[in-house]
């Protein structure tokens, strides 16, 4: 069989392990040079393909490529570009393929969420139907830990760690003024649609610590009085309410509690603000001083306090999908599996890209308690394993080193411009 180069993407919001899973890739390609010839990365993700801008990774040391493991973002940069249908823009995967066929990849590795398995899938099925197969493998990646099959995503168990641990801090400083002071603390954490980062904000609950009080989830309708009730009844008990909300919260008829009124470029509605309105409203109607966050990008940047057992998955993600690619596996995505048994262990499965794409996990009814505003102990039983484990990176004067990439471009062979 004669060797093939292998092309590899990073798409959408990266995770503070992604590029663990890039390790992964090009430390087992680099394992099988009688297979697989060089790796080439995408610059920015899809568009570096589209537009034939292609990072060199063999010309990075060893060292280089073992540090992706303790880096956080994107490496090689990313993107939240969608792939229209073939029928909308035929021209995007002819591009594609030309690109492919330029430079002898025969190998697609595309590490993202939902949308990204979409656009692997397309382009097993449509680079058949032009005459130069690519074998495509997805590779799991998103915080928000809502892609079906996969026990979890690559990236959820260290945003989990992130969050419980911030919620429990900043729990605990509020509640060392409430007394004279601030009684409400909203942190604000990424979730559209399904709440299972808002959920993690549970395993702050240790040592008989109470905090979080309320967590608010995209699941369930949000009712104003039930919320109000329950802020009441924590600051008397507690002196102080702190509450975890999902950015993604919603009214009864579906809107957002927090709309701003614009579409990203997956055409997802642009969210953020809800922690500030969940504050005005407690000030309103209970009178109670606040103080919110926004975790934002800092909850999934925090690669300082990353899950072990998280950057283990990535990692596997990533050498499975060679592993899968070699064994001629094709428009399939390797999956955390968790074993039976008490202790948590976990192995390596597949699925089909075709059920995966475009397929949104959310949290389980079973995980959500009664009141709606916090989690079960089955759902807490699930989430305990994925945040244990430290996987401390290097610090140079105080500060955690990160790979240092040289990114050399390839030479592009393709005389024609394309225009994203």
Not at 35 to 62: F, H, K, M, P
Not at 402 to 414: G, M, N, S
């Amino acid at each position: 069989m004669a060797t093939k180069n292998a092309f590899y993407a990073q798409s959408g919001g990266v995770t503070a392990v992604i590029n663990a899973s890039a390790c992964g890739v090009i430390e087992t390609a680099r394992r099988h040079p009688d297979r697989i010839g060089r790796v080439y990365a995408g610059n920015n993700g899809i568009i570096g393909a589209l537009t034939e801008d292609l990072i060199d990774t063999s010309l990075e040391s060893d060292a280089a490529i073992a540090a992706l493991k303790h880096t956080p973002g994107g490496a090689f940069g990313s993107c939240r570009y969608k792939l229209r249908s073939y029928e909308e823009n035929r021209r995007e995967y002819e591009r594609l393929v030309e690109v492919f066929k330029a430079h002898n990849i025969g190998y697609f590795f595309y590490n993202g969420g939902g949308d990204s398995q979409d656009t692997a899938h397309k382009v097993s099925q449509i680079s058949e139907k032009m005459g130069y197969p690519i074998t495509c493998i997805g590779i799991p990646k998103t915080v928000d830990n809502d892609l079906p099959f996969t026990d979890c995503s690559p990236g959820f168990g260290s945003v989990a760690k992130y969050v419980a641990i911030s919620i429990r801090e900043g729990a605990l400083d509020v509640a060392s003024m409430c007394e004279s002071s601030t009684k409400i603390f909203i942190l604000e954490v990424m979730g559209r649609h399904a709440g299972w980062i808002a959920a993690a904000g549970a395993l702050a609950r240790q040592d008989g610590f109470p905090a979080p009080q309320i967590i608010v989830f995209p699941e369930v309708p949000f009712e104003q009085e039930d919320f109000l009730a329950k802020v009441q009844q924590s600051v008397k008990k507690d002196g102080y309410c702190a509450i975890v909300v999902s950015e993604g919260a919603q009214r009864r008829d579906g809107t957002f509690l927090a709309d701003s009124g614009g579409k990203d470029a997956f055409g997802h509605t642009q969210l953020g603000g809800v922690a500030p309105y969940l504050a005005q409203l407690i000030k309103k109607e209970l009178g109670y001083k606040y103080h919110w966050a926004l975790a934002d990008y800092l909850q999934r940047a925090a690669r300082h306090i990353a899950s072990a057992t998280d950057v283990d998955h990535a990692y596997a993600m990533g050498q499975s999908a060679v592993e899968f690619a070699l064994a001629g596996k094709n428009a399939i995505m390797p999956i955390i599996v968790r074993n039976p048994g008490e202790e948590y262990s976990w192995s390596v499965g597949e699925a089909n890209l075709a059920e995966v794409a475009n397929v949104e996990q959310k949290m389980p009814r079973e995980f959500i308690s009664d009141c709606g505003f916090d989690v079960t102990e089955p759902c807490l039983k699930y989430l305990q394993p994925l945040i244990q484990g430290e996987s401390y990176p290097p610090y140079q004067n105080g500060i955690p080193m990160i790979a240092q990439l040289k990114k050399v471009k390839v030479e592009k062979v393709l005389n024609t411009h394309f225009s994203i």
